[in-house]
């Protein structure tokens, strides 16, 4: 193939018609979003995207979505296009995304884009699947969903969200996920109901795209640097072609993620020309093997540097904590290798903003957020991990012993909400819940959704303290409001009291910041709940 002058190229997929600008090709996918988003006679309320990681599904969902949003639809050529990939001017659909959240916490997103006055969550599908106006939603990270990485967040969306959204005649439903949910919403809705578009498969397969995007990855005309093998356009094409051919060899749709991971580490810590026999990379642990022995390094150093950004809950791993908690998982001190191997981990990592400082909670603290540069490369080092279970127990216990004198108060956000996440992770969760000042500073809705997958754990479910199951009867008020620990506090000091504990009622009230008065919270006026907002409902 020559040597394209757009990251785009021509005439891929579509013969005559420019590919996306963005995607550089997917017109058999782009095809299908666009009868779904136009309704076209044959074209299913349901689209499921799904595909391996790293297979481009959320390129996809972005690249449609400019077609569909009126601020990026109007800054590209639609002539230049094929017409079929292109869904027609309608009103740009609602896009929550599922990253971290609840079902519930989506669901309000929705309620809140629509306008909708309700207070309960039937209330919002209710009016969702009112009157005749149809009602465009994409959920994208399906994959992503849930407060606790250990948590069944994803299964979770697909029954409590995606399912009963499908079940509306009156909302036309997309979303971004694995191929288990992708069975699991096929199965839960009537037949004919749902289109599936697996990027892994041949009907979807895009070659020519895989390989244009891996061309503009070493090109300097689209911000690569001037090295030997990206100046040298034979050199560079004979590399890019390897390296596509290498990322298809998992699926027919080729692994986008593996030629940016492999591209970004050859640019980074450059060699005079890559050879394509022994430099190519099949697999995400593949491109991280390589790199790291291109540069001389053990992979498994590599591997134990990124392994705590892989379990890190939440946004990222605050920057100060990775040296202690890769150790804490290494078993030794991580410090050199960390503060040495910047270009070891470099390609692979990414700051994503600073740790927030809430107005409910004046002790936060704040400092740089890492992660790594996606998610199935988390999910790829988690897979490679001898004992999860362990490695989460590792961190929880490093975790607690950066809580000064056990005092939950003076603990970091990212501790206290993290360890929730790491002991659930370990099986070790009940033996935490045994802490009500815990309880109080936790953020609600990650302690809530983290207790709640125990509780519903027949297993595991007796394990609970009754402290956890107070908890869980005052957790929808908790997760309902912007209430910071001391009210929080009063809240569980008094369904301490009904529950018959004293003793965690009077463990709170003697802390000196709630000063919680010896009484029933009937004469304390509950917090304004701000209304809608994607926050939990009360069942």
Sequence with gaps: MSQPSSPQGAGTESGHHDPHPFIGGRAAALRDLAAWRAGAPGAPRVTL??????????????????????????????????????????????????????????????????GIDAVRDTQVYEELGAGDTERAVVVADVDQAGP????????????????????????????????????????????????????????????DGLLLQTQAALDPAFGAPELPFTTHVEVRDALAGALAARATAGGAGGSRLIVQLAAQGWLLAPEPTP????????????????????????????????????????????????????SALAGRDMTAEISDGML???????????????EADASAESGTLI??????????????????????????????GRVPDQDWSRAEPYVRDAIVGHALGAGQ???????PSLMAYADPVVLRAAVEEVAADDAVAGQLPAAA??????????????????????VLATAFDDDGLP????????????????GRLASTPPPTVPHPQPMETQA
């Design 371 to 400: 992660a790594l540069a996606h998610p199935a490369l988390a999910e790829a080092i988690r897979a490679e991990l001898p004992d999860l279970a362990a490695a989460h127990l590792s961190l929880a216990t490093e975790l607690l």
């Design 429 to 435: 969760l009940p033996r935490l819940l045994t802490d």
């Design 148 to 207: 606790v990485r250990a948590g069944h967040g994803p299964e979770r969306m697909a029954r409590e969200l995606l399912v009963p959204l499908g079940a509306l005649g009156s909302v036309r439903l997309l979303a971004d996920v694995s191929r288990e949910t992708a069975a699991l919403i096929g199965s839960a809705l009537p037949a004919g109901t749902v289109r599936v578009i697996d990027l892994d498969t041949p009907e979807y397969a895009d070659p």
């Design 344 to 358: 070891l981990a470099g390609p692979f990592i990414r700051p994503v903003g600073t740790e927030s400082t809430s």
């Design 275 to 326: 050879s394509p026999q022994h430099h190519v990379p099949s697999t995400l642990i593949g491109v991280l093997d390589l790199h790291a022995r291109r540069l001389g390094v053990d992979p498994a150093v590599l591997r134990a540097v990124l392994a705590p950004l892989a379990l890190a809950e939440g946004d990222g791993l605050p920057l100060h904590l990775w040296v202690p908690l890769a």
């Design 49 to 114: 995207v799904t595909g391996s990681p790293g297979s481009g599904r959320s390129r996809l969902l972005t690249g449609f979505l400019m077609l569909c949003a009126p601020d990026y639809r109007d800054r590209i050529d639609l002539t230049r296009l094929d017409p079929a990939t292109v869904p027609p001017p309608l009103t740009a659909p609602a896009v929550p995304s599922a990253t971290g959240r609840t079902p519930a916490q989506v669901l309000w997103l929705l309620a809140d884009h629509y």
């Design 469 to 490: 199951h107070t908890y869980l009867t005052v957790a929808p008020l908790l997760t309902r409001t912007l209430a910071g620990p001391p009210l929080r506090a009063r």
């Design 503 to 518: 003793e965690y009622a009077q463990a709170l009230r003697s802390r000196p910041e709630f000063a919680v008065p010896d």
